[in-house]
């Protein structure tokens, strides 16, 4: 099956490539044109010197071609940009699918001890699951995705499985989004641009709107007359020095929209683009539906509104062409128009922004899920069910270890059992653990979980699996536990959870460990909860023998030749074969 994803992948990453070639051939087409017009302009210019008001009029008319061929450069810059994206982003899920992900994001910056799993199942960080699964490429879909693996949420399972279901097919208006939106990489995050457009203070007196507005008619008028010698040249000089001198008393206003303006354009651009992505698209699914539902207006379409914005700041941007800088403001007052319509949009859009780019950001994490099920088209999407059963799953495993390395487990969990898990070191049982733990989370989100079948409860997670002291805080290793186990007890009080917990109480000495593993564990049974504990405490197997709804289940280790074997294959009853010592000597410790 990976196979066929690869191919696929291949086949549209071979397309993306040769339209970059055509694109940059037209690229190339641009550049020869423009430095033929300039040429020409110069040219004619010289030969006409002495004919002033045509030379005029050749200058302009060769400024506004030479500025129409920027524009098209641009767009053909953006269109290449588009298809390297699409190579970069077939190039990814190839190099993800035979297992080269190092490279991703991470998700470091999500990193949270104190969450209720997040830090224990290593959500975050280098070769963890974000960085496997994450292909946002806006900064607020990157953390709507670390908020949704987070949100603990059971909430709508079957309608979050919905949306996900709807999107995983469609690979081309996937990578379309994807493709458009990993253009953008600029110095103001979204959440900036948002607080900018918010708190954008008006500077262009409202008497001074309507002279901005007909001075550009005049100013073609009077060319027009000086082309057929009505006007004196030096009409016209006066009239250009006007036009200098008012967009001189704003200029430093200007100045400050302006880099402003410099660095949100880019952003602007693209996520107009996005709206036109998502508006073009038909949904069925219910959460889909909402989040498009978001973007409309009562007249025009969200993504035109957003495009205006950005037609505006390029228009602001281009003053760094020397040719619009002097005569577009001389002539056109071109700086200033421009702010003047920035400040209308503004005052008619600024609150609906922020809604507009929420949208993006679902959609930019749901595509991640959905890249996620499209990679994996043999892992099951959870049924849900009301019966005594938590989790019955089978060909359970851990989506990061390797098809063809990883071992599959069955298992059944009812309610209100606790299951403790005992085996030798290295044998599987924390990875077991996280099994569970991230297969669960993926259920909750409405993602297919790495199974064949599974059929759970939608249930809250909580775990206590890796802790450590702290210097900052003063505070022991037994301590830090304590405080974990402390948060559990806790949380129960007032929800249900499944609890996962991985050798408890380890900071303390094994007399002490084993009553108060005993007691602890024996608390949770009582309250009703639900779990797992992995243990190397054999003593704590016992507690079955009080409580029928506490089951030993175990992973084994075998010396064949002198060696160690594992199976990973999770078995009914108590461990009895430990490697320690067999290892101490091994590795010639001992």
């Known amino acids: 099956m990976e196979a066929n994803l690869i191919e696929r992948y291949q086949t549209e990453l071979h397309k993306a490539q040769e339209q970059v070639k055509t694109v940059k051939n037209k690229i190339n087409s641009i550049v020869l044109t423009r430095v033929l017009l300039f040429i020409a302009t110069i040219t004619g210019c010289y030969l006409l010197s002495n004919h002033t008001p045509i030379v005029i009029l050749t200058a302009i008319i060769g400024s506004l ?38 490279d991703l994001a991470n998700g470091q910056e999500f990193l949270n001890p104190n969450h209720e799993y997040s830090y224990d199942i290593d959500l ?5 699951f974000f960085q496997y699964f994450n292909r946002t490429s806006t900064d607020g879909g990157k ?32 990578q379309h989004f994807l493709a458009t939106s990993s253009a953008i990489n600029n110095e103001y995050s979204s959440q900036e641009v948002v607080q900018w457009i918010n708190n954008y203070e008006k500077y262009i007196p409202k008497g001074l709107i309507p002279f901005l507005k007909i001075f550009p008619f005049i100013s073609i008028l009077i060319i027009l007359l000086l082309s057929v010698n009505i006007i004196p040249t030096t009409f016209f000089i006066v009239w250009f020095a006007i036009g200098l001198f008012i967009t001189g008393r704003y200029v430093s206003k200007t100045n400050t929209v302006y880099q402003q303006a410099n660095k949100v354009v880019d952003t602007i651009n693209e996520y107009a683009g996005l709206l036109e992505i998502i508006e073009a698209k038909d949904f069925q699914a219910s959460i889909n539906l909402l989040k498009k539902e978001a973007i409309k207006t009562d007249t025009t379409p969200a993504s035109k509104v ?8 390029n228009r602001l941007n281009s003053r760094n062409n020397l040719i619009v800088g002097i005569l577009g403001n001389s002539l056109f007052l071109w700086e200033l128009n421009a702010v003047s319509q920035l400040e209308k949009w503004i005052g008619e859009n600024h609150n609906t922004v922020g809604n507009w780019f929420d ?25 849900l069910t009301k019966d005594a059963i938590i989790i019955k799953a089978t060909a359970i495993g851990h989506p990061l270890i390797n098809t063809s390395k990883r071992i599959n487990n069955d298992v059944t969990i009812q309610d209100n059992n606790f299951i403790i898990v005992t085996g030798a070191n290295m044998a599987g049982k924390s990875t077991f653990l996280r099994t569970i733990s991230l297969n669960l989370i993926l259920a909750n989100t409405g993602m297919p979980v790495c199974a064949k079948t599974f059929e759970y409860q939608p249930i809250q997670l909580i775990t206590s699996m890796r802790t450590s002291d702290s210097l900052k805080d003063e505070e022991s290793y037994f301590f830090s536990e304590l405080k974990r186990l402390k948060f559990i ?25 084993e009553i108060g593993s ?38 084994d280790a075998e010396i064949i030749n002198d060696e160690l074997s594992f199976d990973y294959r999770m078995k009914d009853g108590v461990c009895q074969n430990m490697n320690a010592s067999f290892l101490l000597k091994k590795m010639e410790i001992v």
């Open 518 to 555: 005993k007691k602890f564990v024996q608390k949770l049974v009582s309250s009703g909860s639900t779990g797992i504990i992995a243990t190397h405490d054999l003593a704590l197997c016992t507690i079955s023998e009080t409580y029928p709804q506490v089951v030993n289940h175990y992973f």
């Open 124 to 128: 975050f960080g280098d070769g963890t």
């Open 489 to 513: 007890v806790e949380q129960i009080k007032t929800a249900t959870y499944f609890i996962i917990l991985d050798e408890i109480l380890k900071g303390t000495n094994s007399k002490d460990k």
């Open 306 to 313: 957003l495009k205006k914005l950005g037609t505006i700041l």
């Open 143 to 174: 953390v709507a995705l670390a908020n949704l693996l987070q949100e603990n949420s059971t909430e709508n399972i079957i309608t979050k499985q919905e949306a996900i279901k709807e999107l995983a097919p469609d690979l081309e208006w996937r």
């Open 359 to 383: 949208s993006i950001y679902y959609f930019d994490a749901q595509l991640s899920c959905a890249n996620y099920s499209f990679n994996h088209p043999n892992y099951a999407y959870p049924s």
């Open 65 to 102: 071609a030479f500025v129409y061929l920027v524009q098209i450069h641009a767009n053909l810059s953006r269109k290449k940009q588009y298809f390297v994206n699409k190579v970069n982003l077939n190039q990814t899920e190839i190099n993800v699918l035979e297992g080269n992900y190092n």
